[in-house]
């Protein structure tokens, strides 16, 4: 029964606010003060105070935050009825303080009030211009460090759970920043057991229809679908506070939900979608174009770029060929493809360590061309079809270590060629041999 | 004056949307995110893809309109050959929407095949006799036996399948891949359209390559067959180049004057495709000009590859509009619908298509172009595993089938000699891995780097996807 009174705290915190904001404005209107609305201030904050101390009485609230907002309620109680005794006394009382005592219990009550809001609204509640929030959208798709708790699971609970389960404002006495306060159960089932999704409190709570009155969040945004399926999946795959996300071997439908909502991707991925370059200036790009290029960045997130000769002149001139070298570490896809390119332009592919995609096919060039591309670290593709690349060139292919697939259609390379290049790397796998 | 409501910068609902929200609440919004303003009048931004590093970089849609019969071709059902005659059971008809063709029928006898199936290559991949040809480059194929669609109707399945709707006015997907990506060859149409003709059978409406509310620059162009491939684009007797020059400068002139007064995106677009048409001058006919593709090329796609018009020659076009950087090319066929007289009617649609579809993907292949494109062959539903009207020894039909069908992707980014998801023994449900249309364009989308999420174009006051609100990518099917 005395609970109910407890739950009246919050509705009844509004008197005093209203009650001292319109003893304080009457005694500065009137210039004199009014003894009966200090009297009914001083009695609606004792009524709001001890309402709120029963509430607390209650357990649900813990933490420092919760500390202050008591204080604060206390001294604005306080200071309201040592001015209700001052202007009893007719001002004889605290004379000297009186500016001073009224100045603090606006400050106390405006303090103390946005403090409770807080508490019950949640610590966003008023968004002010200075305060900071934080981006949960995290682009992990370059990332193969993934802590599935300290990168996934903590931002969910911070999102959505922190606001009132905190270091400072535990409710149910439950800490949920730290890994201590979700496996402690000190309090009846912990928020996490490892394992055991059912006796895990955390899951339970959010997999409640909202209307049931355990179901959490019970006021702001719900999880989403995903962040209910990812918590579901950490709990069941042992809720590790250390796992790699890119170590573990989540369902496929989990692995579709990461690779949605947090671009993790389990897919191997190519040398270009792991790499970093620093971006190229917007000058280097139309210099390349007006040069008779087509040039674009491989994706938003990528900085490297892909270049072909597609709709442009077949000629070459060195000019036209060395502006591409102030994109030399940036370029990774280079088609110079159905052109007159020759062996006499051909020393500039040196300067490309990070191609992974080279095609030459249908250009005049001979193996002559190919002594140049024994540096490229990283290519993977090298589409030769149509050119006079002969078994001289193998040596040189076989250098490259990454190369996993080679065109080869219409040129000199014969089958013992062939069988050299398989022979010398088993990972390759050579296309355009004869027959198909 | 043009009324069409969509060439303001700033529409009524921009306009509403920040006076009652409030200019206090506007200004605090952009003081503190000066992007925020920015984006919010440019809703719509060309060539916002690729969101990351795509595996395709083209796509060749080989669409077989009609909807092929899988139980003939690749999805092998013993037990329909077993159970040849006997009713389908109930339980198997279930409750499914069937057509008024045979809906009314008084009995659904299930019609096994008359083709022989065998397996072929290392992967084992069930073809009948029908595609001697395809059978032989099964391993670098993917096929998926579990699509499904919603539409049960030629033209709402196939506008379904190509814009991601069952009504018209959707953009379709090689409008999708244009706006997203933009183009590599600017003397060239980004989305060509080949249909293949003098064929009969449900017609094809030009929405199935429209741009739909897109700018109008994206929408697919049909190369036709013969002496103009492209109508309208020659000069008319007595026009030299240089005439021609000088009027579409002028012209050009004034479209700016109006281009400023109006702030019409679709004058741009109109700007743009008289320049494009007048460099298509020469790169078109360059294109076109077939007559140097050796004679092994020729064996390769077929006798009909040298009769302009036909789908073997338009799969040899596809080639060399895909080798000159074109980044959508869409073939049509049409005569795939065998409602009745199945065992011959589709023998003729294999013996056009089998040889030059088998022969595009080695092309492709072995010119090094499948590493970075997407060949997807398919039609828009699928056929049913009882006969439609009399079922004689030497006769069936199939009606319309939504809920299973076979379609076979192949190239960049997709396994080889594998097989997604199945359907039931008697070829009519699905047993297993469903793949819905909407599916199918997010992994389209996907392989071309971009995320049918995010492919947004915002008109009439919302945002709209190829996928509208559906679609998963399937990853099982990738590399």
Same mark, same amino acid.
């Not at chain 1, 008779?292 to 270049?307: E, Q």
């Not at chain 2, 281009?259 to 495709?273: V, W």
């Given at each position: 029964?005395?609970?109910?009174?407890?739950?009246?705290?919050?509705?009844?915190?509004?008197?005093?606010?209203?009650?001292?904001?319109?003893?304080?404005?009457?005694?500065?209107?009137?210039?004199?003060?009014?003894?009966?609305?200090?009297?009914?201030?001083?009695?609606?904050?004792?009524?709001?105070?001890?309402?709120?101390?029963?509430?607390?009485?209650?357990?649900?609230?813990?933490?420092?935050?919760?500390?202050?907002?008591?204080?604060?309620?206390?001294?604005?109680?306080?200071?309201?009825?040592?001015?209700?005794?001052?202007?009893?006394?007719?001002?004889?009382?605290?004379?000297?303080?009186?500016?001073?005592?009224?100045?603090?219990?606006?400050?106390?009550?405006?303090?103390?009030?946005?403090?409770?809001?807080?508490?019950?609204?949640?610590?966003?509640?008023?968004?002010?211009?200075?305060?900071?929030?934080?981006?949960?959208?995290?682009?992990?798709?370059?990332?193969?460090?993934?802590?599935?708790?300290?990168?996934?699971?903590?931002?969910?609970?911070?999102?959505?759970? @922190?606001?009132?389960?905190? %270091?400072?404002?535990?409710? /149910?006495?439950?800490?949920?920043?730290?890994? &201590?306060? $979700?496996? +402690?159960?000190?309090?009846?089932?912990?928020?996490?057991?490892?394992?055991?999704?059912?006796?895990?409190?955390?899951?339970?709570?959010?997999?409640?229809?909202?209307?049931?009155?355990?179901?959490?969040?019970?006021?702001?945004?719900?999880?989403?679908?995903?962040?209910?399926?990812?918590?579901?999946?950490?709990?069941?795959?042992?809720?590790?506070?250390?796992?790699?996300?890119?170590?573990?071997?989540?369902?496929?439908?989990?692995?579709?939900?990461?690779?949605?909502?947090?671009?993790?991707?389990?897919?191997?991925?190519?040398?270009?979608?792991?790499?970093?370059?620093?971006?190229?200036?917007?000058?280097?790009?139309?210099?390349?174009?007006?040069?008779?290029?087509?040039?674009?960045?491989?994706?938003? @997130?990528?900085?490297?770029? %892909?270049?072909?000769?597609? /709709?442009?002149?077949?000629?070459?001139?060195? &000019?036209? $060929?060395? +502006?591409?070298?102030?994109?030399?570490?940036?370029?990774?896809?280079?088609?110079?493809?159905?052109?007159?390119?020759?062996?006499?332009?051909?020393?500039?592919?040196?300067?490309?360590?990070?191609?992974?995609?080279?095609?030459?096919?249908?250009?005049?060039?001979?193996?002559?061309?190919?002594?140049?591309?024994?540096?490229?670290?990283?290519?993977?593709?090298?589409?030769?079809?149509?050119?006079?690349?002969?078994?001289?060139?193998?040596?040189?292919?076989?250098?490259?270590?990454?190369?996993?697939?080679?065109?080869?259609?219409?040129?000199?390379?014969?089958?013992?060629?062939?069988?050299?290049?398989?022979?010398?790397?088993?990972?390759?796998?050579?296309?355009?041999?004869?027959?198909? | 004056?043009?009324?069409?409501?969509?060439?303001?910068?700033?529409?009524?609902?921009?306009?509403?949307?920040?006076?009652?929200?409030?200019?206090?609440?506007?200004?605090?919004?952009?003081?503190?995110?000066?992007?925020?303003?920015?984006?919010?009048?440019?809703?719509?931004?060309?060539?916002?893809?690729?969101?990351?590093?795509?595996?395709?970089?083209?796509?060749?849609?080989?669409?077989?309109?009609?909807?092929?019969?899988?139980?003939?071709?690749?999805?092998?059902?013993?037990?329909?050959?077993?159970?040849?005659?006997?009713?389908?059971?109930?339980?198997?008809?279930?409750?499914?929407?069937?057509?008024?063709?045979?809906?009314?029928?008084?009995?659904?006898?299930?019609?096994?095949?008359?083709?022989?199936?065998?397996?072929?290559?290392?992967?084992?991949?069930?073809?009948?006799?029908?595609?001697?040809?395809?059978?032989?480059?099964?391993?670098?194929?993917?096929?998926?036996?579990?699509?499904?669609?919603?539409?049960?109707?030629?033209?709402?399945?196939?506008?379904?399948?190509?814009?991601?709707?069952?009504?018209?006015?959707?953009?379709?997907?090689?409008?999708?891949?244009?706006?997203?990506?933009?183009?590599?060859?600017?003397?060239?149409?980004?989305?060509?359209?080949?249909?293949?003709?003098?064929?009969?059978?449900?017609?094809?409406?030009?929405?199935?390559?429209?741009?739909?509310?897109?700018?109008?620059?994206?929408?697919?162009?049909?190369?036709?067959?013969?002496?103009?491939?492209?109508?309208?684009?020659?000069?008319?007797?007595?026009?030299?180049?240089?005439?021609?020059?000088?009027?579409?400068?002028?012209?050009?002139?004034?479209?700016?004057?109006?281009?400023?007064?109006?702030?019409?995106?679709?004058?741009?677009?109109?700007?743009?495709?008289?320049?494009?048409?007048?460099?298509?001058?020469?790169?078109?006919?360059?294109?076109?000009?077939?007559?140097?593709?050796?004679?092994?090329?020729?064996?390769?796609?077929?006798?009909?590859?040298?009769?302009?018009?036909?789908?073997?020659?338009?799969?040899?076009?596809?080639?060399?509009?895909?080798?000159?950087?074109?980044?959508?090319?869409?073939?049509?066929?049409?005569?795939?619908?065998?409602?009745?007289?199945?065992?011959?009617?589709?023998?003729?649609?294999?013996?056009?298509?089998?040889?030059?579809?088998?022969?595009?993907?080695?092309?492709?292949?072995?010119?090094?172009?499948?590493?970075?494109?997407?060949?997807?062959?398919?039609?828009?539903?699928?056929?049913?595993?009882?006969?439609?009207?009399?079922?004689?020894?030497?006769?069936?039909?199939?009606?319309?089938?939504?809920?299973?069908?076979?379609?076979?992707?192949?190239?960049?980014?997709?396994?080889?000699?594998?097989?997604?998801?199945?359907?039931?023994?008697?070829?009519?449900?699905?047993?297993?891995?469903?793949?819905?249309?909407?599916?199918?364009?997010?992994?389209?989308?996907?392989?071309?780097?971009?995320?049918?999420?995010?492919?947004?174009?915002?008109?009439?006051?919302?945002?709209?996807?190829?996928?509208?609100?559906?679609?998963?990518?399937?990853?099982?099917?990738?590399?």
């Amino acid at each position: 029964m005395i609970e109910i009174l407890g739950k009246l705290h919050p509705a009844l915190v509004h008197l005093p606010i209203g009650f001292i904001l319109i003893t304080l404005f009457y005694e500065w209107y009137k210039g004199k003060p009014s003894v009966a609305l200090w009297g009914i201030s001083t009695l609606s904050a004792i009524l709001a105070m001890a309402t709120g101390f029963i509430l607390l009485k209650t357990g649900y609230f813990e933490g420092l935050n919760m500390f202050l907002h008591m204080i604060m309620g206390v001294i604005t109680t306080i200071i309201t009825f040592l001015l209700f005794l001052a202007k009893m006394r007719d001002g004889s009382l605290f004379r000297g303080q009186n500016t001073f005592l009224k100045i603090a219990l606006i400050a106390v009550l405006g303090i103390g009030g946005h403090m409770g809001a807080e508490l019950t609204h949640g610590e966003e509640y008023l968004p002010l211009p200075f305060q900071t929030k934080s981006d949960s959208i995290v682009d992990f798709s370059k990332h193969d460090t993934i802590i599935l708790y300290d990168h996934i699971i903590q931002p969910i609970l911070k999102d959505k759970c @922190n606001r009132c389960h905190e %270091d400072g404002d535990a409710r /149910g006495k439950l800490n949920m920043t730290s890994k &201590e306060g $979700l496996l +402690s159960d000190k309090f009846g089932d912990p928020a996490v057991k490892p394992g055991d999704l059912q006796n895990s409190e955390i899951f339970k709570r959010i997999s409640l229809s909202p209307w049931h009155k355990k179901y959490m969040p019970p006021s702001g945004p719900d999880l989403t679908y995903g962040e209910k399926r990812v918590i579901e999946w950490w709990i069941r795959s042992g809720g590790s506070f250390t796992e790699n996300v890119k170590m573990m071997s989540p369902p496929d439908d989990i692995k579709e939900l990461l690779f949605k909502e947090y671009g993790i991707d389990f897919a191997k991925k190519s040398f270009y979608e792991k790499a970093e370059v620093s971006a190229l200036d917007q000058s280097v790009i139309d210099k390349i174009k007006s040069q008779g290029f087509n040039i674009g960045t491989l994706a938003d @997130n990528s900085n490297f770029v %892909d270049v072909n000769v597609k /709709g442009h002149s077949l000629e070459w001139t060195s &000019e036209r $060929l060395q +502006s591409l070298l102030e994109a030399k570490i940036q370029i990774t896809w280079l088609d110079l493809s159905d052109s007159d390119f020759d062996d006499s332009h051909s020393d500039i592919l040196n300067s490309f360590p990070n191609i992974t995609k080279l095609k030459l096919q249908n250009t005049n060039i001979t193996d002559a061309t190919l002594e140049n591309i024994v540096n490229m670290n990283e290519l993977i593709v090298l589409n030769l079809y149509g050119t006079n690349a002969s078994d001289q060139s193998i040596d040189n292919i076989l250098k490259i270590n990454k190369l996993e697939k080679l065109y080869i259609w219409q040129t000199k390379i014969s089958e013992e060629g062939i069988e050299r290049l398989k022979q010398g790397n088993s990972a390759l796998e050579v296309i355009g041999a004869s027959i198909l | 004056m043009c009324h069409c409501g969509n060439y303001e910068k700033y529409t009524r609902r921009d306009f509403l949307q920040k006076t009652t929200l409030g200019l206090g609440a506007f200004s605090m919004a952009s003081l503190m995110d000066p992007g925020l303003m920015a984006r919010n009048v440019m809703n719509n931004i060309e060539n916002a893809g690729p969101h990351f590093a795509p595996k395709a970089k083209r796509v060749i849609y080989l669409f077989q309109s009609g909807g092929p019969s899988q139980q003939d071709l690749f999805d092998y059902k013993p037990l329909l050959n077993k159970l040849n005659g006997q009713e389908i059971p109930k339980s198997i008809l279930g409750n499914q929407r069937l057509t008024g063709m045979s809906g009314g029928q008084g009995e659904f006898p299930l019609a096994g095949s008359h083709f022989n199936f065998k397996q072929h290559g290392q992967s084992g991949a069930w073809v009948s006799d029908l595609m001697p040809f395809t059978s032989e480059i099964v391993d670098d194929l993917c096929f998926i036996k579990s699509m499904y669609t919603e539409a049960i109707n030629h033209d709402p399945a196939a506008t379904f399948i190509q814009t991601g709707s069952q009504l018209p006015g959707r953009p379709s997907l090689g409008a999708w891949l244009s706006y997203g990506l933009g183009s590599e060859n600017e003397n060239l149409p980004n989305f060509v359209v080949l249909v293949t003709k003098d064929k009969f059978g449900q017609p094809l409406y030009k929405r199935l390559w429209g741009n739909g509310f897109l700018p109008s620059h994206h929408q697919g162009v049909q190369f036709r067959a013969g002496k103009h491939p492209v109508l309208y684009l020659h000069n008319p007797p007595g026009v030299e180049d240089a005439d021609r020059r000088s009027q579409l400068d002028v012209l050009k002139q004034l479209e700016e004057i109006n281009l400023e007064n109006t702030n019409d995106p679709e004058i741009e677009a109109r700007i743009n495709q008289y320049e494009m048409a007048y460099r298509m001058q020469t790169s078109v006919p360059e294109v076109m000009d077939v007559d140097k593709e050796p004679d092994y090329i020729y064996d390769m796609y077929g006798p009909d590859s040298k009769k302009p018009g036909t789908y073997a020659a338009n799969a040899l076009l596809a080639r060399r509009l895909i080798e000159k950087g074109v980044k959508s090319v869409q073939l049509y066929h049409q005569g795939w619908d065998h409602h009745g007289n199945l065992p011959n009617a589709i023998k003729v649609s294999c013996k056009e298509t089998d040889q030059p579809t088998a022969a595009l993907i080695k092309d492709l292949k072995q010119r090094g172009l499948l590493e970075d494109t997407l060949v997807v062959w398919g039609g828009e539903f699928g056929r049913t595993s009882y006969t439609q009207g009399q079922l004689t020894p030497d006769n069936y039909g199939r009606d319309h089938h939504p809920r299973c069908f076979t379609i076979f992707m192949a190239g960049a980014g997709v396994k080889g000699g594998f097989t997604y998801g199945a359907t039931d023994d008697f070829g009519y449900n699905l047993a297993d891995n469903p793949m819905h249309v909407h599916d199918l364009q997010a992994t389209i989308l996907h392989l071309m780097g971009l995320n049918h999420e995010k492919l947004t174009y915002k008109h009439q006051g919302r945002r709209y996807r190829l996928t509208d609100q559906f679609g998963v990518v399937n990853h099982n099917i990738l590399t």
